[in-house]
């Protein structure tokens, strides 16, 4: 079998090229917990929305009654968000 010989150079790390914009590698943590507070809270109306689809004897065995799934499924995103707020302190 024969082989080509490799031509072998030295093998320094090549420094990458900055760009003509620079970003930061790291972003705003404010933006991340705003960010997944809404999404936390439009999954939770997600959940409720889901839970009434089931039968008024299902939602008994869960303790759950429909009018209160049904005022929590209304409620505005915002309000969501700002009740995930209080309860984490922030």
């Known amino acids: 079998m024969y082989t080509e010989p490799r031509n072998i150079r030295s093998r320094r790390p090549v420094e990458p090229q ?3 914009v620079y970003m930061p590698a790291m972003w705003p943590l404010g933006l991340q917990r705003s960010l997944y507070d809404w999404y936390r809270a439009w999954r939770q109306r997600n959940r409720y929305r889901q839970l009434l689809r ?8 869960r303790d759950l009654s429909r009018q209160q799934l049904l005022e929590r499924a209304r409620l ?3 309000q969501l968000v700002k009740g995930r707020r209080r309860k984490r302190g922030a």
Do not use: S
């Open 18 to 20: 900055i760009p003509d």
């Open 54 to 61: 089931l039968d008024d004897a299902e939602l008994a065995k």
């Open 76 to 78: 505005p995103l915002r």
